[in-house]
């Protein structure tokens, strides 16, 4: 990375809303002529204190736990091939979770994420030596995830989830979201970053926020933008479970 880039973008490969408002980011970036950093955060660590079973639905573990998987192997490319790589390899990896057709089979789709028979080709794809894959299963890596994980909630307080966006780093605002159920077109995206970066920068700003988020409008889930929203409550990252 030749220049100061002007967006931090902390991602996890596995949520949902990390991986809407990134795209409405690299629509952004292209028309901004903006440098992104992509950088990591991961659920699993985060949620490394949480009892699972009492606080999410059941996939979730297993979710998170993916997502800590193809961190690992983000870590270890960028330190083979440099910062430059990451975007790519993010589309990658996380259009290998929300861009595909609604599974026949959710459990073998789970099964599927993160899993070496998934990541490899993705690898490969790109250009990359496929032994990067063995880093799926290599904890040595956490450190690195763990420490970017840290600097994420440092600038932004630890009740938060994911995306972290930095603006205009590093002395320059960071927050949590914007959350986005869908991907807005080109003209909106600049319209919605202009009122996000106002806010941002007003002093003393901290929290927008409600509960109630549309249904993400994703491939996987057999959902688009242009249906009718259905709305849903959500806590802590997660739909609201009914006790």
């Not at 409405?24 to 659920?43: G, H, K, N, P, T």
């Not at 549309?214 to 959902?223: D, F």
Request: include cysteine.
């Amino acid at each position: 990375m030749d220049r100061r880039p002007d967006i931090h973008f902390h991602f996890d490969p596995v949520c949902p809303f990390a991986w809407l408002t990134s795209r409405w980011v690299r629509s952004v970036a292209r028309q901004r002529d903006y440098e992104v950093d992509w950088r990591f955060i991961s659920l699993r660590l985060i949620n490394s204190h949480v009892d699972y079973d009492a606080h999410f639905p059941p996939e979730y573990e297993q979710g998170h736990t993916a997502g800590l998987r193809m961190l690992r192997v983000c870590t270890a490319a960028r330190e083979r091939h440099g910062r430059e790589v990451m975007g790519d390899l993010y589309t990658a990896l996380g259009g290998s979770v929300f861009d595909v057709d609604p599974p026949a089979d959710q459990a073998a789709y789970r099964d599927g994420m993160g899993a070496r028979s998934t990541v490899e080709p993705l690898l490969t794809g790109l250009g990359f030596d496929a032994d990067l894959v063995d880093a799926l299963d290599d904890p040595a890596w956490d450190d690195v995830i763990r420490q970017e994980t840290d600097d994420a909630l440092e600038r932004t307080g630890r009740d938060v989830g994911t995306p972290i966006i930095a603006y205009d780093p590093p002395d320059g605002p960071a927050f949590f979201g914007p959350v986005i159920s869908r991907v807005p077109n080109d003209e909106d995206a600049l319209r919605l970053w202009d009122a996000v970066l106002e806010l941002t920068s007003f002093p003393g700003f901290a929290e927008l926020k409600r509960s109630l988020r549309e249904r993400p409008a994703l491939r996987v889930s057999g959902t688009t933008p242009d249906q009718a929203p259905v709305e849903e409550d959500w806590h802590q990252g997660s739909r609201r479970l009914k006790k």
